[in-house]
């Protein structure tokens, strides 16, 4: 069965740090772009950063969390983390991954269920 599972969420203080765990099953990251994404209550889905198989495996950051976040993997456990630092209030949200590529007939498109991030002030 293939599935991406996101853990590592949790309540911290502004200023704190988590890690966030993206491990997929049923497949490899191999030629996929893997990204994390956010939520906040009464807000729109928004990308927070990506790590690209396709492009070398180079990283892109919105801009918020620039100098904040680093995103990396281990290829032995298949797992992506991002690693979050300074965080802030306005971080909190429901974070999910994705990983996604092209096809010849199509993306394909796995979304891990989410996980919640608070950040207290």
């Known amino acids: 069965e293939v599935q991406l599972q996101a853990s590592g969420g949790g309540l911290v203080q502004a200023g704190g740090s988590l890690r966030l765990s993206c491990a997929a099953s049923g497949f490899t990251f191999d030629d996929y772009a893997i990204a994390w994404f956010r939520q906040a209550p009464g807000k729109e889905r928004e990308g927070v950063s990506c790590?690209?198989?396709?492009?070398?495996?180079?990283?892109y950051f919105e801009d918020s969390v620039k100098g904040r976040f680093t995103i990396s993997e281990d290829d032995a456990k298949n797992t992506v983390y991002l690693q979050m630092n300074s965080l802030k209030p306005e971080d909190t949200a429901v974070y999910y991954c994705n990983a996604e590529k092209s096809t010849a007939w199509g993306k394909l498109s796995y979304w891990g269920q989410g996980t919640q991030v608070t950040v207290s002030s």
């Open positions: 790590i690209s198989h396709a492009d070398s495996r180079r990283t």
